[in-house]
């Protein structure tokens, strides 16, 4: 009661693919896993707040 039953989850996505088509939805997950890879590479390259401070202490000597 008041949950989602493993029927429902297959009519809904047996519904998505009839409206998307599996080729559409096959490049939405290929597009939506790059980004996450370029924003996990964007996280990372981003410098600590430690390293800026002491690059901004360093710039006004």
Not at 20 to 27: C, D, I
Not at 41 to 48: C, H, L, R, S
Not at 50 to 57: A, G, L, M, Y
């Amino acid at each position: 009661m008041g949950g989602i039953s493993i029927w429902q989850l297959l009519i809904i996505v047996a519904i998505v693919v009839l409206l998307f088509g599996t080729k559409k939805l096959r490049t939405l997950g290929a597009d939506l896993g790059e980004s996450v890879k370029g924003f996990k590479k964007a996280m990372a390259d981003e410098p600590k707040e430690t390293e800026v401070k002491s690059v901004e202490k360093n710039d006004k000597e």
